[in-house]
């Protein structure tokens, strides 16, 4: 099983990003898919999940500005992310879940004030 993160970079304040997570060995519709981040000094923290039903949940801090979607036909679940903030500097990694866990490599999100 492999998850493959993607879409990182560096925008300014205000700006959007889209991440995407590509599975191979994974349907990743069968799975909770979920996006974490980890921001430096601190720990990874929950940003939005989305369950095998399409059920969506996000982090209070990022509600109504990111968006967790995924594409059953190109096995791929993406993170739109609007408004972006400095303190939305982070790296950001994608989560698999079914029996067991995988993750993702983690792609760097940096926001400049």
């Known amino acids: 099983v492999q998850l493959q993160a993607s879409g990182g970079g560096l925008v300014q304040a205000g700006g959007s990003l889209r991440l995407s997570c590509a599975a191979s060995?994974?349907?990743?519709?069968?799975?909770?898919m979920s996006w974490y981040r980890q921001a430096p000094g601190k720990q990874r923290e929950l940003v939005a999940f989305?369950?095998?039903?399409?059920?969506?949940n996000y982090a209070d801090s990022v509600r109504g500005r990111f968006t967790i979607s995924r594409d059953n036909a190109k096995n791929t679940v993406s993170l739109q992310m609007n408004s972006l903030r400095p303190e939305d500097t982070a790296v950001y990694y994608c989560?698999?879940?079914?029996?067991?866990?995988?993750w993702g490599q983690g792609t760097q999100v940096t926001v400049s004030s």
């Open positions: 989560r698999a879940q079914q029996r067991r866990e995988y």
């Open positions: 060995g994974i349907i990743l519709s069968a799975s909770i």
């Open positions: 989305i369950s095998t039903s399409g059920s969506t």
